[in-house]
C-alpha cells in the first residue's frame, strides 16, 4: 500500500512562492502518474497539475499555468509542486495523488495523502 506524505503548506503574501513535496512510502512512485488536487472550502476538489511516470509530459489546470511546476525525482521518491506568483484564490488545501493512468478525474487516482494547507494573503 502506498503512503503519500505532503509538506511544504503554509501562509504567504499574494506574489510569494512555496514548494509543495510529496514523499512515497511502502511503495515506488515510479510506477505511478502523479498529480496534485486542491480543494478551497465549499468548492469541489479540482485539477491542478499531473506528471507521467517518467516526467516527460506534464498537465496544468489553466488557472495555474505559467506560475506553478510540477517535477519529480524517482530516485528519492517524491514529487513537488513549485508554486510561484501566488494569489488569494490559491488558497486551498493541496493534495498528492497517484493513478496508474494518467487522467485529470479524481476519481481516477488510487492514493491520496492527507493534504496540506496554502493559505495565501492579499
Known amino acids: 500500500q502506498v503512503r503519500l506524505i505532503e509538506s511544504g503548506g503554509g501562509l504567504v503574501q499574494a506574489g510569494g512562492s512555496l514548494r509543495l513535496s510529496c514523499a512515497a512510502s511502502g511503495g515506488t512512485l515510479m510506477n505511478y502518474v502523479m498529480g496534485w488536487f486542491r480543494q478551497a472550502p465549499g468548492k469541489e476538489r479540482e485539477f491542478v497539475a499531473g506528471i507521467t511516470e517518467s516526467g516527460g509530459y506534464t498537465l496544468y489546470a489553466d488557472s495555474v499555468k505559467g506560475r506553478f511546476t510540477i517535477s519529480r525525482d524517482n530516485a528519492k521518491n517524491t514529487v513537488y509542486l513549485q508554486m510561484n506568483s501566488l494569489k488569494p484564490e490559491d488558497t486551498a488545501v493541496y493534495y498528492c495523488?497517484?493513478?496508474?493512468?494518467?487522467?485529470?478525474?479524481?476519481?481516477?487516482?488510487?492514493?491520496w495523502g492527507q493534504g496540506t494547507q496554502v493559505t495565501v494573503s492579499s
Open positions: 495523488t497517484g493513478a496508474t493512468y494518467f487522467t485529470v478525474q479524481p476519481g481516477g487516482y488510487d492514493y
